[in-house]
């Protein structure tokens, strides 16, 4: 299997865009637990361990997947 550059630049770029969508998404997830914490608990505070989990892998490690495959596609 050959590697692209393009498609490693589209990867390093993903995992940037990626970084700044976990830094947004981990900062409202923290706003809505407190808030929840707050009126008494629900769901963001039962499940938060899971959730921060998830708001890390999902964008750090997809966007880099998607920029890979985006750029392999346009660039050939």
Do not use: C, H, T
């Amino acid at each position: 299997m050959e590697v692209s550059i393009a498609g490693l630049i589209g990867g390093a770029i993903g995992l940037y865009i990626g970084w700044i969508d976990y830094g947004i998404l981990n900062g409202l997830l923290a706003a809505m637990v407190e808030k929840q914490k707050r009126k008494g608990g629900g769901f963001a505070v039962r499940f938060e361990p899971v959730l921060r989990k998830l708001v890390f892998i999902l964008p750090v490690f997809g966007f880099p997947v998607i920029g890979y495959l985006a750029a392999w596609q346009l660039v050939g």
